[in-house]
C-alpha cells in the first residue's frame, strides 16, 4: 500500500512563506497525477494545484501567482511552495496521487491520500 506523508506545515504570519512536502513510499513516476487539496472544517475538501506525470501543473484561482506546485522524481517527493499566505489560506492540506492501471475497457483507478499537515495562518 502506497503511503503519502506530508510535512511542513505550520502557523506563518500573513504575507509569510511556507513549503510544504509529500514523501511518497514508492516511486512516484507511477503516479498519472498528483495534487495538494485543501479542507477547512465544515467544507468541502478543494484542489489546490495538481501536477501530471509529464510536468504539467493547475492550480485553483485563489492561489495562482502565490503557490508552486513541483516534484522531484528522484526523492518520491512532491512539494507546494507557498507564498504571500493570506488568513483564507488556513486549513488542513493533503497530498493526493492517482494511479491508473490496466488496458482500455478495462481501467483501474487508485487514489491516495496522506494524512495531512495543518496550514494556519494569523497574526
Known amino acids: 500500500q502506497v503511503q503519502l506523508v506530508e510535512s511542513g506545515g505550520g502557523l506563518v504570519q500573513p504575507g509569510g512563506s511556507l513549503r510544504l512536502s509529500c514523501a511518497a513510499s514508492?516511486?512516484?513516476?507511477?503516479?498519472?497525477?498528483m495534487g495538494w487539496y485543501r479542507q477547512v472544517q465544515g467544507a468541502e475538501r478543494e484542489l489546490v494545484a495538481g501536477?501530471?506525470?509529464?510536468?504539467?501543473?493547475n492550480y485553483a484561482d485563489s492561489v495562482k501567482g502565490r503557490f508552486t506546485i513541483s516534484k522531484d522524481n528522484f526523492q518520491n517527493t512532491m512539494y507546494l511552495q507557498m507564498n504571500s499566505l493570506k488568513p483564507e489560506d488556513t486549513a488542513m492540506y493533503y497530498c493526493?496521487?492517482?494511479?491508473?492501471?490496466?488496458?482500455?475497457?478495462?481501467?483501474?483507478?487508485?487514489?491516495?491520500w496522506g494524512q495531512g499537515t495543518q496550514v494556519t495562518v494569523s497574526s
Open positions: 493526493n496521487a492517482v494511479a491508473v492501471t490496466g488496458r482500455p475497457g478495462r481501467w483501474t483507478t487508485n487514489d491516495y
Open positions: 514508492e516511486t512516484i513516476m507511477r503516479f498519472n497525477t
Open positions: 501536477i501530471t506525470s509529464g510536468g504539467s501543473t
